[in-house]
Nanobody, 108 residues
Framework: QVQLVESGGGSVQAGGSLRLSCAAS?????IDWYHQAPGKERVLVAR???????DYADSVKSRFTISRDNANDMIYLQMDSLKPDDTGVYFC?????WGQGTQVTVSS
């Protein structure tokens, strides 16, 4: 059983950037970021290995960067060139553990 707490969401205009953070209660791998658009199911957007290697959904590749700080059990999602379709709640995830989510709103 672990705890995951996201932060860093907010409202930005299209083309802007946000950096999301996930504070974990242990060093976890792999760990994921999911996106849930309004009225939609959660979709995996990024995954990071224990060694810090990231994999990305095609929709965010080249725009988002996942990283981690194992010493502090932190996982980050740097979101650049944001689009309105990126709007929604972002969750960090490990196995069956989920954070509470952080809201991202991208306006046109």
């Amino acid at each position: 059983q672990v705890q995951l707490v996201e932060s860093g969401g907010g409202s930005v205009q299209a083309g802007g950037s946000l950096r999301l953070s996930c504070a974990a209660s242990a060093t976890l791998a792999p760990i994921d970021w999911y996106h849930q658009a309004p009225g939609k199911e959660r979709v995996l957007v990024a995954r990071i290995s224990i060694g810090g290697i990231g994999d990305y959904a095609d929709s965010v590749k080249s725009r988002f960067t996942i990283s981690r700080d194992n010493a502090n059990d932190m996982i980050y999602l740097q979101m650049d060139s944001l689009k309105p379709d990126d709007t929604g709640v972002y969750f960090c995830h490990w196995r069956d553990s989920w954070g509470q989510g952080t809201q991202v709103t991208v306006s046109s």
